[in-house]
């Protein structure tokens, strides 16, 4: 049994995509898989059960990289095929069943669209991420026993998205304070290394001996490892928010110029808190995402700090 498995160029959607890989393999036990997906993404699958290769497609003019994937897999008779891509190649893939994403714009969850290629729109599987023997063992090097960890990312793809640096602080004050969800925690950032030079002041003013400094220090995976050991998770709306909601801990994410209900975090601990202003009516005229300021002034510490405070009652409920 031979699967390949098309996915997405960006992280959080290729995140989002892993509760249909999961499905697929728990309904064929031993399948040899191959993921295809873009260059951001690809260590992500690297502890998947069975996986024989990771085929990384760096977008090329013209669509080019599409004809390296047929290159690279036309040779096979594929068991399933799953497209997540909309690819028009992978009908010249042979393989004996097919899963496709479907064409509509309808506006659901990233997630329950994902799954409508299964047939599992109304019960879609939750996203999760493969963590091998060896990468835990890293991860507990990374972040070792002691006092619970606040997991911080304060960064996004583009800079509309991204909440004040000085918010971030505070919020990690007040969280982190003795009356705060967890008291005298330490606090680990993640973040690309290319990423660094807009929060430095922030990883600065975390004390030495409270902080865990991963900005630009791990792979995406062994982010998700370290992200698994932490108590609760904070950060803009991005792939890495995807990333610690897949690892099952609580998750809140910061919304602004971005719509919640279609990519929220998922699963059983997770929330959002947005801007006052609704994503409709948040961008100015003739908007340049490229070139824009913060869009999330719209969010006060106040705002931030009941709903972590919230989601953290109700995950204490829930496991009591």
């Known amino acids: 049994m031979k699967i390949l498995f098309i996915t997405a160029t ?3 959607d290729a995140v989002l995509s892993t509760g ?3 499905r697929l393999i728990h309904e064929n036990p031993g399948a040899g898989v191959t993921v295809a997906c873009g260059p951001a993404a690809a260590t992500l699958f ?3 059960p069975g996986l024989e290769r990771v085929l990384v497609l760096d977008k090329m003019v013209f669509s080019l990289h599409w ?4 290159a690279a897999c036309g040779g096979t008779v594929w068991d399933i095929l799953v497209d997540l891509r909309k690819a028009p190649v992978s009908y ?8 496709r994403i479907g064409r509509s714009r309808e506006p659901i969850h990233r997630v329950k669209k994902l799954a409508e290629a299964l047939g599992l729109r109304d ?3 939750a996203p999760t991420i493969w963590i091998g023997d060896a990468l835990r063992r890293r991860s507990e090097g990374l972040i070792p026993d002691g006092l619970p960890v606040l997991a911080v990312g304060p960064t996004a793809n583009w800079s509309a998205k991204t909440w004040r640096a000085d918010c971030f602080r505070e919020l990690i004050e007040r969280l982190t304070a003795s009356d705060g969800i967890l008291p005298q925690g330490r606090v680990a950032l993640f973040g690309l290394d290319d990423e660094r030079p807009a929060i430095l002041r922030l990883i600065d003013s975390i004390p030495e001996d409270r902080r865990i400094d991963l ?3 791990v792979d995406l995976l062994t982010a998700g490892a370290c992200l698994a050991r932490a108590a609760f998770y904070v950060g803009n709306d991005s792939g890495l928010m995807h990333l610690a909601a897949a690892t099952g801990i609580p998750t809140l994410g910061l919304f602004g110029p971005s719509p919640e209900a279609l990519y929220a975090p998922w699963g059983a601990h997770c929330a959002v808190v947005r801007t006052d202003e609704s994503y409709e009516s948040i961008f100015p005229e003739n908007f340049d995402h490229r070139h824009a300021e913060t869009l999330m002034d719209g969010l006060s510490v106040d705002k931030a700090e009941a709903a972590a405070r919230a989601l953290w009652a109700q995950v204490k409920g829930d496991t009591a």
Request: glycine share 12%; hydrophobic share 40%.
């Open 10 to 12: 960006r992280v959080g």
């Open 20 to 22: 249909v890989l999961d």
């Open 46 to 48: 690297q502890d998947v």
């Open 67 to 70: 004809l390296g994937l047929l």
């Open 92 to 99: 010249l893939i042979p393989h004996h069943r097919a899963y």
């Open 123 to 125: 019960n879609p599987p």
């Open 215 to 217: 900005v630009g220090k």
